[in-house]
């Protein structure tokens, strides 16, 4: 099926050809055409699936065709919750705009960098910008653009983007845009923040559910290996060896994790590097542009980081350390198995997280069969169960300490009550 039959203009499908965009996906053919259509979309976007052409493919296509009122006022805003991600969208888009006659400008806005480029590159209006509600929010009190004119918003990754403390920071947004617009909410999964959100924002909404976790599955062996803690970097250099795997990302739960690990695996020899976020924005577009190139063949990162990476039939996802919530793990296995390719996703269970290992399976109804690698058998037994809580299915998986986000929070619920 081309894109021209899903609705869009000759120039956005010729765009669309020529940046390798040779048939619709899935979540293409059913979101397409109901974006065009003006209203609200609610979509269920597993990553790999393609959903960043699925909205931005529409949204050039009706800046194209709807002319501008005031030249230059920003009329569609894409909201992200990592700096990958808004690279990755804004990457997207110039790839497009390269074979579209008419002028499109973009301007891609994060944090971790000096705001004074972004404010100058801002001069003079934008048709679509791309940002992570802090920088936003930043550049607006700067007065550096308004949302006014915005005739849609979409928020990718909403469920990240609430499960990383955003709320507020969307209120304020939303706060400031026009009452009547098109809302495009992309979610690999709908928690009960997103559905709240969604019956507060969304006027009959078309509501796409794809069996594209489903699918996606399919295409991604998950593992999970009992191993005692101690014993994981070892396991981790067997398999790697073992299997060949020209590149491997590995998931950690911290950024001295992400440091102490990579220094470990290169020592040992191996290609590896950290990839977290206090590493400079500079040093982060370097490591993701030397693992697409292949120059790494290790790359250790942190959820926090790990939006957006997006690597070409990347063979392996490790979870040295299980993510915090049912939701992660599905952004982590997604980043293997893209675009219609095999991957296998392994986790590595010792006897303190297997309890977390079983929420995490509960949620995605699906039992992993746990095995053992000859010479990395655990030693250890597994603890007393503790009491789980996850009520929303978005957190409980990080450990028995609570995280200083959780801390702060019940300390204003606290202040709140007493007030």
Not at 101 to 119: C, E, L, Y
Request: glycine fraction near 6%; charged fraction near 20%.
């Amino acid at each position: 099926m081309p894109f021209a039959s899903l609705g869009l203009s000759p120039a956005i499908a010729h765009a669309a050809r020529e940046s390798g965009f040779l048939t619709p996906t899935p979540i293409q053919s059913a979101a397409i055409p109901a974006i065009l259509k003006g209203g609200d979309v609610l979509a269920s976007a597993q990553t790999g699936s393609g959903k960043t052409a699925a909205f931005v493919l529409p949204l050039l296509h009706q800046l194209l065709t709807t002319p501008a009122t005031m030249p230059r006022r920003v009329r569609a805003l894409v909201l992200v919750p990592t700096r990958e991600l808004a690279a990755q969208v804004g990457e997207t888009l110039r790839a497009l705009c390269e074979f579209i006659d008419t002028p499109v400008k973009t301007v891609i806005a994060f944090g971790g960098i000096s705001i004074n480029p972004q404010m100058l590159r801002l001069r003079g209006g934008a048709d679509i910008v791309v940002a992570t509600p802090g920088r936003l929010l930043d550049l607006l009190d700067h007065n550096a653009l308004s949302l006014s004119d915005v005739s849609t918003l979409v928020l990718d990754e909403a469920d990240r983007l609430l499960d990383l403390g955003f709320a507020d920071e969307l209120n304020r947004i939303i706060a400031l845009l026009p009452a009547h617009k098109q809302n495009l909410f992309f979610s690999a999964t709908f928690p009960a923040q997103v559905e709240a959100l969604a019956q507060t924002m969304l006027q009959q909404p078309a509501r796409i559910e794809l069996p594209s976790q489903q699918a996606n599955a399919a295409l991604i062996e998950q593992r999970a290996i009992e191993v005692d803690s101690n014993k994981r970097t070892a396991l981790l250099k067997h398999l790697v060896q073992q299997h060949r795997w020209p590149q491997v990302l590995v998931f950690v739960a911290t950024k001295n994790a992400a440091e102490n690990l990579a220094d470990k695996l290169y020592r040992a020899g191996l290609n590896a590097t950290p990839f977290h976020g206090e590493l400079s924005q500079g040093r982060r577009e370097q490591v993701l542009a030397d693992f697409k190139a292949a120059r790494w063949q290790i790359v250790i990162a942190t959820d926090v980081a790990a939006r957006g990476i997006d690597i070409a039939q990347l063979p392996a996802v490790v979870n040295y350390d299980l993510p915090r919530s049912p939701v992660d793990y599905v952004h982590r296995i997604g980043r293997t198995g893209r675009a219609g390719e095999t991957g296998v996703a392994i986790s590595f269970i010792s006897a303190a997280t297997e309890a977390h290992f079983r929420l995490i399976e509960n949620r995605q109804q699906r039992r992993v069969p746990r095995e053992r690698i000859d010479g990395f058998e655990p030693l250890e037994t597994a603890a007393p169960a503790a009491t789980l809580t996850d009520p929303d299915g978005t957190g409980g998986i990080k450990g028995k300490r609570k995280s200083k986000k959780d801390k702060l929070r019940e300390a204003a619920a606290r202040d709140g009550e007493q007030s």
